[in-house]
């Protein structure tokens, strides 16, 4: 299918991609980011697993053709999952970066969306991590094996109307200088805007996160003693 994107919107696009050139460059590990002017990432939508008052957030930028990004999911994510998201630790937000402006990356990411408005978001997200297949009758058929109103699941896709919020998730992981997938954000949620968040620029394996989160947690107030 052909996708459609305003000309605004790429414009966007292509500005940021233009001001991670001029200095907010990707490494080869975690680095942080200026705090100020990053409010997007405290954005509120549905794509959020874990407790709404975890004290650390941890935001990723992924492609579901991205093979790097399955391993992750597969290999990382459970672990994470297990010792930080489910004990209320951290709250964990999904954000898209389609590496292409059409493709099966942009339809994964339409067709998580549209499970999504079936409150099926997550669903189909792991879903879609399963086995990576993506062409039309592939979503189609992971959307009937989570149980989706297909009639309803398929007038979303041709109507495409997520297409632009999919690339403005896209154009903010630019900003954050993001050239490739996965890309992770980990801040204190309480200090978005007052210290800079830290990058993890890749699939790093579980105990670069572990490291990470664990010092965020340490600083807590709720740990601090006294």
């Known amino acids: 299918m052909q996708r459609r994107m305003t000309t605004s919107l790429r ?3 292509l500005f940021v991609v233009v001001l991670c050139a001029m200095g907010v460059g990707q490494g080869g590990s975690p680095a942080s980011v200026g705090g100020e002017g990053l409010d997007f990432l405290a954005r509120e939508d549905a794509r959020v697993r874990g407790s709404a ?3 650390i957030t941890l935001i990723e930028y992924s492609d579901f053709t991205c093979g790097y990004c399955q391993k992750w999911f597969k290999e990382t994510w459970p672990r994470i ?5 489910d004990t209320g630790k951290v709250r964990f937000a999904y954000r898209d970066f389609p590496r ?3 493709g099966p990356g942009l339809d994964g990411a339409l067709a998580s969306r549209c499970a999504g408005d079936q409150q099926r978001y997550w669903a189909m997200h792991d879903e879609l991590w399963g086995d990576r297949q993506l062409g039309a009758a592939d979503l189609r058929r992971h959307a009937k094996a989570i149980s989706l109103d297909l009639p309803a699941f398929d007038k979303c896709m041709r109507e495409e109307r997520q297409t632009d919020d999919i690339f403005r998730d896209r154009a903010e992981g630019a ?9 992770f954000v980990l801040f204190r949620t309480d200090r978005l805007g007052k210290e800079p968040p830290i990058i993890i620029p890749g699939a790093f394996p579980f105990d670069v996160f572990e490291e990470q989160i664990d010092r965020l947690l340490a600083a807590a107030p709720s740990n601090k003693k006294g």
Request: charged share 10%.
């Open 11 to 13: 414009q966007s696009v």
């Open 81 to 85: 999952q297990a010792k930080y998201i």
């Open 175 to 183: 900003l954050l200088g993001f050239r490739g997938t996965p890309g």
């Open 53 to 55: 008052t975890a004290p």
């Open 100 to 102: 292409a402006f059409q």
